[in-house]
């Protein structure tokens, strides 16, 4: 398939694309997604298929309005409604029970289906053009890092797509926070840029999925389909070290070969001996989750790197959205110094 590129000002063009039936990538705040006409069922199959996505893994449809959501949700708790007033547009995915315009592709047969508002003005005006919601999951091929870039689409989608909007560098860098209303008290199946203490601050406690920080059997239920399949994996082998910086430089100075990188802060890097790759400074956490998933992305364009040391970010605030990734991208595999 020849893939069209799309610029700035082609809205119009990709929601064209889209109403016939296309797959077309989109830049979002959080990641790029890989889009299709949400109320079109063969149309939402494709991105399964140029993905290599698992079919019980359900999508998210993005809309223009908040307002939006009354037609594809059969109600909104007003503890939802208040997350919306809050945090739409922007970076926050919520699910709740779905109306009978959701086709079963999307929501993967579930009773539920997830929503967002994002704020990236491409998206919004396509979303508008096409007058329909947009189905999207990340633009990546299945388990590789979410694509934060235009190269990053390119590389992973040519030739499998309709098309791909170059819409510059993602803003935040990592995928939105996805929470759901389906239980007694809201619970976090995948933490992002609206964290948990934004969240409760307005309305009151809600509960982490376990699934978020620790790794889930083959067999057990889960709530969020996307949680149990292996996810981020560059090629080399990674461990997490759970120290302070200099514990830290003092292991991988000590434990590393000429097939070792360590993925490392700013801080770090004068007194690492061997390869390294900084994603971002330790105390800015929204330059770590703009900078992980690319960096991810360059070290598996090193052939030589066997092995990752990589740093273990906070585990409050953004902290904890960068925190699930990593662990992920290493298997759960974690070193505590
Ligand atoms: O920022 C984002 O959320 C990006 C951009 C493109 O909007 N999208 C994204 O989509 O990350 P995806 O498909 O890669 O991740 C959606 C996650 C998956 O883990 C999926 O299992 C979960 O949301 N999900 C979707 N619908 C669900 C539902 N009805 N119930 C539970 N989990 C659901
Ligand atoms: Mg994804």
């Excluded at 929601?15 to 063969?42: F, K, S």
């Excluded at 800015?284 to 052939?303: H, T």
């Amino acid at each position: 398939m020849k893939t069209q590129i799309l610029y700035p000002g082609d809205e119009k063009l990709a929601a064209e694309i889209l109403l016939r039936g296309g797959i077309v990538a989109l830049p979002t705040e959080t990641v790029y997604g890989l889009g299709a006409d949400g109320l079109n069922e063969n149309a939402v199959k494709k991105i399964f298929v140029a993905k290599g996505r698992p079919s019980d893994n359900p999508l998210i449809l993005h809309i223009a309005e908040p307002e939006d959501i009354l037609d594809l949700v059969s109600e909104v708790p007003k503890k939802a409604q208040i997350l919306i007033d809050n945090f739409w547009p922007g970076a926050l995915t919520v699910i709740l029970p779905r109306t009978d315009l959701v086709p079963n592709v999307v929501s993967a047969g579930l009773e539920t289906v997830a929503v967002r508002c994002p704020s990236n003005e491409v998206m919004r005006k396509v979303i508008k053009y096409l007058k329909r919601p947009i189905a999207a999951p990340s633009a990546n091929i299945s388990g590789k890092p979410s694509p934060t870039k235009f190269s990053h689409v390119l590389n992973d989608l040519d030739g499998k797509v309709d098309a791909i909007f170059d819409g510059g560098d993602c803003e935040f860098g990592l995928e939105s926070t996805v929470i759901s209303f389906d239980g007694e008290v809201p619970r976090i199946l995948r933490p992002g840029k609206v964290t948990k203490e934004q969240i409760e601050s307005l309305i009151g406690e809600v509960i982490i999925d376990p699934a978020v920080t620790g790794k889930v059997a083959k067999d057990q239920k889960v709530l969020s389909p996307g949680m149990k399949y292996k996810h981020y994996a560059p090629r080399a082998k990674v461990i997490v070290i759970k120290s302070d910086s200099g514990k830290y430089i003092d292991y991988v100075n000590k434990n590393s070969d000429e097939n070792t990188l360590s993925l490392c802060f700013d801080e770090d890097k004068a007194k690492i001996k061997g390869m390294c790759i900084s994603y971002g400074k330790e105390s800015d956490d929204e330059e770590q989750a703009r900078l992980f998933f690319d960096s991810l992305r360059k070290i598996d364009k090193m052939n030589e790197v066997k092995l990752v040391f990589a740093r273990c970010p906070r585990k409050d605030g953004i902290g904890l959205a960068i925190y699930n990734r990593l662990i992920r991208s290493a298997g759960f595999e974690v070193i505590e110094l």
